[in-house]
């Protein structure tokens, strides 16, 4: 099983690159047809799909109101990055300044880039600062400067720490035709280190082995005029030596319960730039699964000791059905019933807390309960099933 010792929250990062859902988490606000978007491929930066932003009429932003919540207080001192490129200007004519935004309710913070762009261009990347204003002058950088419309610079400090969302908009002048393309909105360090990386672990109770997905946020593996592009290599932190990195997602198994320190290694002209590092752990289940007679099962953590129950429990009677396992967004509990009877469903984590509980008055034969498990964290959770007096439990794996 994977335990929670991860060792920092990952930042968030919209790539834009999913071919079923490209824009993820961002929305229309408020939803109109004055703006439409889609996607178009390559970013020249790093090769990957975009996002773009078309201004039909008046005014609407496109905003993310997950990923992006309480910036200052969670990325305090890192960069606010975003690709921004310009395709249609409207007819204004005039050099633009790429522009992105912090919301918390209704106030407003803009960074304006100091570059300049023009119809076709070419590709930008921008770092606005996350930090907070000590004067009215708010806080910059070499890349260009945070501005307010209206406020105090304490009232900026509020949005920048409180926020609620990030938002951008196609909107340069009052005509409405404005075309722009956003890629890579990403909280990073400020160093421009593209090492970053976002690792997707898993434990498959099968083999008793783990694995881990990697992708590198946003990898600069194109040359770009003044840019070599960058090569990365990644060490798996099991003495397997290193891995180049071409572009796509990597897959490592790890077969052995115990601590990883996975590195990726940014390099230019065979210099290294940087290296990011991140540490996972996990312990194999190590119990005696034939032995179901044991009931007095003694372990060093109790989350083994309720898998290791959940296990005797699922030996001894296959009452229950869960689908699918691992679950994702939901699991359908499904189990046979010999009269009418109410069913009772809890969802437990390992730390012996109920995160979902659910009660169906069900008629006898096949049924099936459905539990959201959208809001939950990826990790081991037992199902406990309660049904005429009798509680069957089953070991739910979340992987999202
Ligand atoms: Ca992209």
């Known amino acids: 099983m994977l335990l929670a010792c991860v060792l920092h929250a990952q930042a ?23 703006v439409s978007y889609s996607s178009g491929s390559p970013n020249t930066m790093d090769g990957s799909q975009y996002l773009i932003l078309n201004d039909l009429s008046g005014g609407s932003w496109f905003i993310n109101p997950t990923d992006f919540k309480n910036i200052g207080q969670r990325f305090m001192g890192q960069c606010l990055y975003f690709d921004f490129y310009l395709e249609k200007d ?48 708010l806080p910059s950088n070499a890349d260009g400067t945070w501005t307010m419309a209206s406020g105090t610079w304490a009232d900026f400090n509020n949005v920048m720490n409180n926020s609620t969302a990030v938002m951008i908009s196609p909107d340069i002048t009052s005509s409405p035709s404005e075309r722009v393309y956003y890629d890579n909105i990403c909280i990073k360090s400020c160093d421009g280190c593209s090492a970053d990386f976002k690792l997707d672990t898993s434990f498959s109770t099968v083999s008793n082995a783990a694995t881990a997905n990697l992708t590198i946020l946003n990898p600069i593996l194109f040359s770009t005029p003044g840019n070599p592009g960058s090569t990365y290599t990644v060490n798996w932190g099991d003495g397997s030596g290193t891995q180049p990195y071409i572009g796509s997602t990597l897959t490592h198994d790890y077969s052995n319960g115990g601590t990883y320190t996975i590195c990726v290694t940014e390099m230019k002209d065979r210099r290294v730039i940087c290296v990011r590092c991140f540490t996972f752990c996990y312990s194999k289940s ?68 109920v995160v979902l509980e659910k009660s169906e008055n069900l008629d006898s034969g096949s049924q099936s309960i459905k539990l959201n498990t959208d ?7 037992i199902v406990e099933v309660k049904s005429n007096g009798k509680t069957t439990s089953q070991k739910l794996l979340i992987s999202k």
């Open 286 to 353: 190590g119990v005696p699964s034939k032995d179901i007679t044991n009931t007095a099962v003694k372990s060093p953590f109790p989350e083994l000791e309720a898998i290791a129950k959940a296990e005797q429990s699922q030996a001894g009677q296959k009452d229950i059905v869960l689908v699918p396992n691992p679950a994702k967004s939901y699991v359908d509990v499904q189990t046979t019933l010999s009269k009418r009877e109410t069913v009772s469903v809890k969802l437990v984590d390992i730390s012996g807390k």
């Open 90 to 137: 409207g007819n204004y004519g005039q050099p633009i300044h790429p522009t992105i935004h912090i919301i918390s309710g209704s106030q407003v913070i803009t960074f304006v880039a100091n570059v300049t762009v023009t119809p076709n261009s070419g590709w930008v990347r921008v770092r606005a600062p996350i930090a907070n204003a000590t004067s009215s002058t």
């Open 12 to 34: 968030p990062c919209s790539n834009f690159n999913d071919p079923t859902n490209p824009q993820g988490n961002w929305q229309l606000d408020p939803v109109n047809d004055n």
């Open 375 to 381: 809001k939950l964290a990826q990790g081991i959770y």
